[in-house]
């Protein structure tokens, strides 16, 4: 078992790689993924694993996102201090540990599988983060009672743009998701509200991410 430090160290180095190779280009991203490092969000038995650029599995048959496609998010996101921001998917809750860092107050995070609930709670303790709350739930309806936000983030992959997330945008704000193929290739968007409430949308490339199950997703 690798110890501790070496961890911190391994994670570091990914760190700065991500950061010269212009993936974190932001002093605050690089700053959060420094404070909330991945191996704090898997189980023991991945720790040695976490600071691998890749996908790696959480419980519940889903996957904890590699460090650079969580990176690229956060970066399209442009996430300032005082944003209200809704996540959907938690999975091991490590984005809504950075996000947290990055806007400084509550964000909001659905997750539709209880056991994954469970597991985020415990890791976002052990990491000391105190903003995040968690909602078990069908994220493809957004959460209506935190509504409109600044800021949601779509951490699986949807067959179309869920109509309930655009809705709670607040007007200037900015929904991140991946749309396209069941389990395959997504392409990931930008789509912006302005402020007359028109929508802009912007391809960013294409991501692989699990399927958003949901009314406005995929169906089981
Ligand atoms: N953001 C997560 C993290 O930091 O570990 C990774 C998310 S994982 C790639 C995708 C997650 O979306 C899974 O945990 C899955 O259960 C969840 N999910 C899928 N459909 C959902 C829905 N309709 N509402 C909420 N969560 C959903």
Do not use: C
């Amino acid at each position: 078992m690798v110890d501790g430090e070496e961890l911190k160290r391994r994670w570091e180095r990914t760190v700065e790689a991500l950061f010269r190779e212009r993936v974190i280009k932001s002093e605050a991203v690089k700053r959060a993924f420094l404070k909330y490092p991945r191996y704090l969000f898997v189980e023991k038995r991945y720790w040695s694993y976490a600071h691998i650029d890749e996908p790696l599995p959480i419980p519940a048959g889903q996957t904890i996102s590699a460090p650079h496609m969580v990176a690229i998010m956060l970066e399209l996101t442009e996430l300032k201090p005082g944003m209200r921001v809704l996540e959907i998917g938690t999975g091991s809750g490590w984005n809504a540990a950075l996000i947290s860092e990055l806007v400084k107050t509550d964000v909001y995070t659905v997750e539709r599988i209880p056991e994954l609930v469970e597991f985020a709670h415990r890791n976002l303790e052990r990491a000391g983060v105190r903003n995040v709350h968690i909602f078990l739930g069908d994220g493809t309806k957004g959460f209506p009672p935190k509504a409109p936000y600044d800021r949601i983030i779509v951490t699986a992959g949807a067959p179309k743009i869920p109509e309930p997330l655009v809705e709670q945008l607040r007007p200037g704000g900015r929904l991140i998701i991946p749309v396209g193929r069941y389990h395959l290739w997504q392409d990931l968007y930008v789509v912006e509200k302005t402020e007359d409430g028109k929508i802009r949308k912007k391809h960013w490339g294409s991501v692989a991410f699990v399927p958003l199950i949901g009314e406005h997703g995929w169906r089981e």
